[in-house]
């Protein structure tokens, strides 16, 4: 099947399986703002980053291998599947040798044990999925979303709305939504046909390894990021700003969910852009072929936040509940710019899948590092002047940096054209378009209506271009 078109149809696959998913996992923002109050809300946020944070650590961030070697006809599955499994088992016994040192964390105090469950759970599903996206089993990948989805709203409906167990509920709606999903992809796709010491090859062992292992550092710097903005809001209490501190955090987490819209839609088509990035990176039109799927992707990206920093006060009432933490009402203040830094962190994701193309994984550690480095500096300093404001305006700032570099790095390896002028100028729209949401001056509506005018017009050729390619072929 012709690049293009492969393309399109796995990243219909994965929409058909997730947008339904996704847009429900939203809702859950509206589900745990209206049980759990604004200050545990930020300790459960706490929870779930330091699982993210520790992850790719336990799991020597093998899953990225997983889907590299096991998408090359040149490796034999079994030894990938086989190998990451011992992999993974060595790193959850080595999590469980370590875990009272979990209670060093003040906020993990109590759920230590929970924590450690969703992190071998975690692993467990991710080493599994990814292997079957390695196998080409698209729709079982897709199907899986759904059901993980639904069995994860489920849960958090059974303890946090009717059992009231709060952060805890949180927790185990996590670990057993995860192991669930582990269960039914190792049973429904018959992994245990790829696993047996029979298949252990060191040689594979280190082979992965080496490429997965500089990802590890690559995905800490990235939840670094994150983290930092948090954990300077909740514990930076002497600051100058009033807006620190459980609460404020716990509202911060709140607004910051209300992006994730953005990193939906990038997640559902970045999943299937990794195969075909790997895949492709030996065409001789791939430069062509980069050049005009990241044009086209750049300016549906642009397009999306743009409704959404229009649209966010009425989106922020429907996804975040404040009848129960009046607190609550203020997270749209936060999210505009919160929006276009999840647009940049999407862009950066695009052009981390040209490192994972051609190996060069140690590219991804050094350019994350810019913006984990950049981020804890400007937390420190915005943050004490400007309290969550601050934090969002490091989280931009942190990622365009990021986004600078590696525009002109990843073309090194693989050149393909970028309208830099292009970029820019989607960008300053938004910015305006962010500062109007914020003050809300009483030309507000007229005022968005015209610029996502601008933005349809401003964009539209790009997206057509791509759609004309894909239909002639």
């Given at each position: 099947m012709d690049k293009y078109k492969k393309l399109a149809a796995d990243t219909l696959i994965f929409a058909i399986g997730s947008f339904g998913s996704k847009i429900l996992m939203l809702f859950l923002t509206r589900l745990y703002t209206h049980n759990i109050p604004s200050a545990d809300n930020s300790t459960k946020s706490l929870l779930e980053t330091t699982a993210t944070f520790l992850l790719p650590i336990v799991t020597f961030s093998i899953a990225d291998a997983?889907?590299?070697?096991?998408?090359?006809?040149?490796?034999?599955?079994?030894e990938i599947f086989t190998s990451a499994c011992f992999v993974e088992a060595f790193g959850c016994a080595f999590l469980l040798l370590c875990s009272p040192l979990l209670n060093f964390l003040p906020y993990a105090k109590g759920y230590v044990i929970e924590l450690v469950l969703y992190i071998m759970a975690s692993a467990f599903r991710q080493m599994n999925s990814q292997f079957v996206r390695a196998r080409n089993l698209l729709k079982l990948f897709a199907l899986d979303g759904i059901l993980t989805t639904?069995?994860?709203?489920?849960?958090?409906?059974?303890?946090?709305?009717?059992?009231?167990?709060?952060?805890?509920?949180?927790?185990?709606?996590?670990?057993?939504?995860?192991?669930?999903?582990?269960?039914?992809?190792?049973?429904?796709?018959?992994?245990?046909?790829?696993?047996?010491?029979?298949?252990?090859?060191?040689?594979?062992?280190?082979?992965?390894?080496?490429?997965?292992?500089?990802?590890?550092?690559?995905?800490?710097?990235?939840?670094?990021?994150?983290?930092?903005?948090?954990?300077?809001?909740?514990?930076?209490?002497?600051?100058?700003?009033?807006?620190?501190?459980?609460?404020?955090?716990?509202?911060?987490?709140?607004?910051?969910?209300?992006?994730?819209?953005?990193?939906?839609v990038s997640t559902i088509f970045f999943q299937a852009w990794n195969m075909s990035a790997i895949t492709a990176s030996k065409s001789k039109d791939k430069s062509d072929f980069y050049a005009k799927i990241f044009s086209a992707y750049q300016s549906i990206i642009f397009l999306g936040a743009a409704f959404m920093i229009a649209l966010v006060?009425?989106?922020?009432?429907?996804?975040?509940?404040?009848?129960?933490?009046?607190?609550?009402?203020?997270?749209?203040?936060?999210t505009p710019i919160l929006i276009i830094g999840v647009l940049t962190m999407t862009l950066n994701q695009f052009l981390s899948s040209i490192y994972t193309a051609t190996k060069k994984t140690t590219h991804s550690f050094w350019t994350s590092l810019i913006a984990a480095g950049s981020n804890l500096i400007l937390n420190g300093i915005l943050i004490y002047y400007w309290g969550v404001h601050g934090a969002t305006i490091a989280t931009f700032i942190s990622y365009f940096l990021c986004y600078?570099?590696?525009?002109?790095?990843?073309?090194?390896?693989?050149?393909?054209?970028?309208?830099?002028?292009?970029?820019?100028?989607?960008?300053?729209?938004l910015f305006v378009m962010s500062i109007g949401a914020i003050t809300e001056p009483f030309f507000l509506v007229p005022m968005q209506i015209g610029f996502l005018i601008f933005m349809v017009v401003f964009n539209f050729s790009d997206i057509l271009q791509t759609i004309k390619k894909l239909l002639r072929k």
């Open positions: 997983i889907l590299r070697y096991g998408l090359d006809r040149d490796y034999d599955k079994k639904l069995s994860l709203f489920a849960f958090n409906v059974l303890f946090i709305a009717v059992l009231k167990m709060g952060v805890q509920g949180f927790m185990l709606s996590a670990i057993l939504s995860d192991f669930c999903s582990g269960v039914f992809l190792f049973v429904v796709a018959k992994l245990w046909k790829f696993a047996g010491k029979a298949y252990l090859n060191p040689e594979i062992i280190g082979t992965m390894l080496r490429f997965s292992i500089p990802m590890i550092p690559t995905a800490i710097l990235w939840t670094i990021t994150e983290f930092s903005d948090k954990l300077f809001v909740r514990y930076m209490t002497f600051a100058q700003s009033p807006d620190v501190g459980e609460t404020a955090a716990g509202v911060y987490d709140a607004a910051s969910k209300i992006p994730h819209l953005i990193s939906m006060k009425p989106l922020c009432a429907i996804l975040i509940d404040s009848s129960t933490d009046a607190n609550y009402a203020r997270a749209f203040e936060f600078l570099v590696r525009i002109v790095d990843t073309r090194k390896l693989i050149y393909f054209e970028v309208n830099h002028l292009h970029f820019l100028s989607n960008l300053l729209v």
